[in-house]
């Protein structure tokens, strides 16, 4: 195994490599498709996979130091983030080798995207309340359903979905984790158009669409545990600087020196507390074990922090901001602020969760815990 400095010699060498391969291309999927492609080629793709499924099974600060080195260099992975965070680890952990072997590589060269399909009309916060079902027919899975919320559907080529194979049981133990092909006549996905403007999530329909029944992650009935598995990748990766970006601090500071404020000392409070929020984020970063939701509530809190710092910078002129292109106009920062608090799991479901499961404070109450699926009270 290379030492700590020979590794990030390597790594270096390959980020040296990217702003020739990426020349003249802009769109932001394309880029990181390509970034993707040549990371795995060069053998960084994978780094704590195991070797047998193209991996380099590295420890965890070697990780941490691709992630220190490749900050700021390379191209966000945009679309694919949701299967490299979130999915592939998932199959990487829990799936059979057969699913292994078929998605791990596509997905983590970036030749495969994935969406998530947990969130349903009727199920938000309380997951397992989700109502999509998934019917045995031969050696096929039958769905029917909807999820809503589904970020990148429209790209996805693969989701990885939670539905219900059992209604007889207590609604956390009849669900199941699967792997859907988008691209099939009964999935059809229609955009939402979000306040920014932009259509980044989606409805997903599903219609007697069909699934090997081999593509079950983990075991059939198990999908509760593997979608809490799932989640938590989700939310250190969230924590970690994944997904959306607040506003910087320097965009801000640019923007009070614009407004000759910078040297208001209640601004220079303001700018100084999102500095020290940033800071606090990258060292929790740093540290093993600690709880993914700690991470993405201070994630979150820096966003909302950030934006309502622009909010009063810009105060009244704020109103007559146009809406921006993705990522660059203030009005986009501010008006993609709420959403560090929802995707992922509301802040209130994060402080529930560690409540209960860190702190060990008594569960919530609940009336529909323990009785047949079948049998809770739906709207
Ligand atoms: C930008 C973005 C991207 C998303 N991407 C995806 C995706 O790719 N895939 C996917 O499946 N979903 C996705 N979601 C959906 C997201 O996971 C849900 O919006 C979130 O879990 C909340 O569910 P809900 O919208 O149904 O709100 P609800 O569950 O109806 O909650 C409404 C309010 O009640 C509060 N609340 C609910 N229950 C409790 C409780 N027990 N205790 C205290 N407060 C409670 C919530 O905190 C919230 O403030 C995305 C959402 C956003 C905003």
């Known amino acids: ?76 992975e945009a679309g694919f983030g949701i299967g ?18 078929r998605f791990l590589r596509p997905g983590l060269r970036g030749d495969e995207i994935w969406c998530q399909l947990y969130s349903e009309p009727g199920a ?18 039958i769905i029917n359903g909807q999820k809503v919320w589904t970020s990148g559907a429209a790209e996805a080529d693969m989701g990885i979905l939670l539905a219900r194979t059992d209604s007889s049981v207590p609604k956390h133990r009849g669900i199941s984790m699967l792997v859907l092909p988008m691209d099939q006549p009964g999935v059809e996905v229609r955009p939402l158009r979000q306040m920014t403007g932009v259509s980044h999530f989606n409805e997903v329909f599903i219609e007697d669409a069909r699934i090997p029944t081999s593509w079950v992650v983990g075991t059939e009935g198990d999908g509760w545990r593997l979608a809490v598995t799932l989640l938590a990748y989700e939310r250190s990766s969230l924590g970690a600087g994944g997904g959306r970006q607040p506003i910087s601090t320097g965009r801000l500071i640019d923007l009070a020196r ?6 208001d ?35 979150s809190r820096q966003g909302r922090l950030a934006s309502s ?33 929802l995707g ?22 609940a009336v529909d815990r323990d009785i047949p699926f079948s049998e809770v009270r739906r709207n």
């Open 1 to 76: 195994m290379s030492t700590e400095a020979e590794f990030r010699h390597e790594v270096r060498q390959f980020l040296e490599s990217l702003p020739a391969l990426l020349a003249g291309t802009d769109d932001p999927l394309k880029r990181a498709r390509l970034y993707l492609g040549a990371r795995f080629d060069a053998g960084l793709g994978a780094l704590d996979y195991p070797t047998e499924h193209g991996g380099r099974d590295l420890p965890r600060d070697l990780v941490m130091a691709y992630r220190q080195e490749s900050s700021g260099r390379a191209p966000a």
């Open 265 to 299: 000392p209640v601004v220079r409070q303001d700018l100084a507390r999102l500095h020290s929020q940033a800071l606090i984020v990258g060292w929790l970063n740093q540290r093993s074990g600690i709880h993914p939701s700690v991470t993405k509530l201070w994630r």
């Open 84 to 101: 490299i965070s979130m999915c592939l680890p998932t199959i990487r952990d829990h799936g059979s080798n057969e699913l292994k072997e």
């Open 124 to 141: 938000g916060s309380d997951l397992a309340g989700l109502a999509t079902r998934a019917a045995r027919d031969g050696d096929e899975w």
């Open 309 to 341: 710092i622009a909010c009063r910078l810009a105060f009244p002129g704020g109103a007559a901001w146009d809406e921006g292109a993705e990522g660059e106009g203030w009005a986009y920062g501010v008006l993609d602020s709420p959403a560090h608090s």
């Open 258 to 263: 614009e407004r000759s404020v910078n040297m």
């Open 344 to 365: 992922g799991g509301t802040d209130e479901i994060q402080r529930n969760t560690l409540g209960e499961r860190v702190l060990g404070l008594p569960r919530e109450p």
